[in-house]
């Protein structure tokens, strides 16, 4: 499961509905106890409608998510590499079938929520409007981009919402070979030819600051901050876990060789804290809205599988109601 | 010690077996993302994963027995493409859903019978493989054997393209039933093939086509044709960095 | 967010795992699929992946009827004043030892 900023909202888009006062109150007593909510339990609308839009855009980022790195998959230069692509760029459509499962509990079909995505009316994380162009961004996106990922997902298996966080919880748990996998062939890459690590440090200049934008927008910029965590869905900050995950990247990257393309980065004794540069934000929202490399060809890919499985999916459905006929005739005439 | 880890078998056979895992783990491998439904796009990873995994353990013992540093990598990867021995069939595109079933169900139909007595054979270190490999072929046959049924009893569309589907590949039938495998016996085998085949085929109320006598020239030429895109693409990468490990 | 489907909407099915032999059988996710056979053989790809089972329910989802959350109170807070059914509402004389 890979989400930025869970929850994007781009300004003029829907935003949660107000609910009145006296559910709203009872809700929040009931968050405030650390309580989980479960699918049949009262909850405000908007807490519904915020949660549907953040558990989908998450499922899509997965299952979206599958398309850059499942690219790579014909061209694994090794055999054990091409098994472990496979089984990670698996994974990530388990997650997002966890997830779409999770949302359905909400009342939605997921087939509206694919519809969604599809009319380009759904968000997914920005990371992958990004081309994969070598095979060092394999290990780039596991070591990196899952890397931010599980930051970012590791305080949502103690959301409020009961099916998004066991959800959660077992993403998290699948997720813990993704980066290390990354990370390995990142790592072989450093250790190898002078361009094979060439092509390590070209892919992590590409995908340094895609990576650091993944956590969305600072805290003074984040419209819905206040609500998700007050809703028990976010908590901790997106410049708390942007910092964390550039703590303990740093070190790693001088331990592989590989320079980080931010000469503002430096140790802040004071704050404890590594010092970043400033994040491209027009980047950032230009991407989520639709503006970036692989936008359109992301979406496109998505929609040619669906429709290409229309005809599979309704001869399923044809057999299975000849099937379920013909078991009822059997039982009659039993 | 090491002798136990050497297979007897002769390296025709191991390289049938191995090359016709890998192309077709391959093939299965390009629906990754794109499958028709999420579900089944999980499910057909998993296969793919399986082949891929009988593969490398066959050229592991390929290479074992060649010794000089050869490695499953340089017989995957730095092989030229006449040097591979797998099944046509599996060179083949993916074609739609159909074909990919409709191929799944005809070899992995043929791997059942073949791992299973590989598995009671005497050979060890192909025995060993082949207990695992049964069960994932199983699973596999049982998977593809099951799609089959569904468009065969789908929706007309479904039923024309599995039709279709049928009447490409069948022509390739003919060299499945004719490649013997050391260590089974071709005749059983075949004989299960069918009986699996059209089982599935009443089932689904599909009739099977006829036998052609051989495959033809033109069969011939395009599946060698659809191995050399298959590896040009699957050895891009590992050629234009000769002697780098990743 | 519409709820009406763009095309027939494939059922979905509950899964439950059991992890291993002599363990109940629990829930772990759901999933869709046509019909209960092939749903059972795509839950084994989907929630088995890592070894996690060696046997597999699937419940169509519209099958389960579940407890009313507004009742939770009534129908399981009066339980809480039943100490005397656990052990420790019972003092044991030391000589005596464990019982
Ligand atoms: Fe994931
Ligand atoms: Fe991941």
Redesign the pocket.
Same mark, same amino acid.
């Given at each position: 499961?890979?989400t930025q900023a869970f929850d994007i909202v781009v300004a003029g888009e829907t935003s949660p509905v107000a609910d009145d006062g006296d559910v709203q109150t009872a809700f929040l007593a009931r968050i405030a106890r650390d309580e989980k909510i479960e699918p049949q339990d009262a909850m405000p609308e908007a807490y519904r409608k915020t949660l549907i839009r953040q558990i989908s855009q998450h499922a899509h980022? &997965?299952v979206v998510?599958m398309l850059p790195e499942g690219g790579w998959i014909t061209r694994a230069p090794s055999l054990k590499r091409k098994e472990i692509l496979l089984a990670k760029v698996q994974? &990530?459509g388990?997650?997002?079938l966890y997830l779409y499962s999770a949302a359905e509990t909400l009342g939605v079909t997921r087939e509206s929520l694919v519809e969604a995505l599809h009319a380009g009316k759904a968000k997914y994380s920005s990371i992958f409007n990004y081309p994969t162009e070598t095979w060092a961004d394999i290990g780039t996106i596991g070591w990196l981009v899952?890397g931010a990922?599980i930051m970012n997902?590791v305080p949502l298996c103690r959301c409020s919402y009961g099916p998004y966080a066991r959800a959660m919880i077992r993403?998290c748990k699948?997720?813990s070979f993704?980066q290390r996998q990354g990370f390995d062939i990142v790592r072989s890459l450093c250790e190898g030819t002078p361009a094979q690590k060439a092509m390590a440090q070209e892919s992590i200049n590409r995908w340094w600051w895609p990576t650091l934008m993944m956590f969305g927008p600072h805290d003074s910029d984040s419209t819905h901050t206040g609500e998700a965590t007050d809703w028990g869905i976010k908590r901790i900050s997106n410049d708390a876990l942007r910092q964390k995950f550039v703590d303990v990247t740093v070190p790693q990257a001088a331990f592989l060789g590989l320079t980080l393309p931010d000469s503002a980065i430096m140790w802040n004794a004071e704050r404890g804290h590594y010092d970043f540069g400033k994040i491209d934000w027009d980047e950032f929202w230009r991407v989520v809205k639709g503006d970036g490399p692989c936008n359109a060809a992301r979406v496109s890919d998505r929609v040619a599988a669906f429709d290409e499985g229309r005809w599979v999916r309704e001869a399923a459905a044809a057999h299975a109601a000849k099937s379920a006929l013909s078991k009822a005739s059997l039982k009659v005439a039993a | 010690m090491a002798e136990s880890r050497l297979t007897a078998l002769p390296e025709s056979t191991l390289l049938t077996l191995a090359d016709t895992c890998l192309l077709w783990g391959h093939r299965l491998s390009e629906w990754c993302g794109h499958g028709p439904v999420l579900e089944e796009d999980i499910a057909l990873t998993n296969t793919a994963l399986d082949l891929i995994g009988q593969a490398r353990a066959l050229l592991q013992l390929v290479a074992l027995r060649r010794g000089d540093e050869v490695t499953e990598d340089a017989l995957a990867y730095f092989r030229e493409p006449e040097a591979f021995c797998n099944l046509m069939m599996v060179a083949l595109p993916n074609g739609d859903y159909a074909l990919t079933m409709a191929r799944s169900m005809l070899l992995a139909a043929w791997f059942v019978p073949v791992w299973d007595s590989l598995a009671q054979g005497t050979d060890r270190p192909l025995a060993n493989i082949a207990a695992d490999a049964v069960k994932e072929s199983r699973v596999q046959l049982r998977h593809a054997s099951d799609w089959v049924l569904r468009f065969g009893d789908g929706t007309d569309e479904s039923r024309r393209r599995i039709e279709s589907a049928l009447v490409s590949l069948w022509p390739y039938c003919d060299e499945l039933l004719a490649t013997t495998v050391d260590g089974t016996d071709q005749a059983e085998r075949n004989a299960s093939w069918r009986a699996s085949i059209q089982a599935t085929f009443d089932a689904a109320t599909l009739s099977m086509p006829a036998l052609p006598d051989a495959a033809t020239n033109l069969l011939t030429a395009t599946a060698s044709a659809s191995r050399l895109t298959l590896l040009a693409e699957m050895q891009s990468l590992a050629r234009q960095h000769p002697g780098a490990s990743w | 967010m519409t709820t009406e489907a763009p095309e027939a909407v494939t059922p979905l099915f509950e899964v439950f795992v059991r992890s291993k032999q002599g363990l109940d059988h629990k829930h772990v996710g759901s999933l869709h699929a046509s019909d209960a056979q092939h749903a059972l053989t795509l839950a084994r790809d989907v929630y088995t992946r890592r070894q996690e089972g060696v046997s597999i329910w699937v419940v169509p989802s519209n099958a389960i009827t579940a407890s009313d959350p507004a009742l939770k109170s009534d129908n399981f807070d009066p339980m809480a004043s039943k100490v005397y059914r656990h052990p420790t509402f019972y003092d044991i004389p030391d000589e005596i030892g464990h019982m």
């Open positions: 499961m890979y980022s &997965e998510g994974d &990530e388990g997650h997002g899952d990922a997902q993403i699948e997720e993704h | - | -």
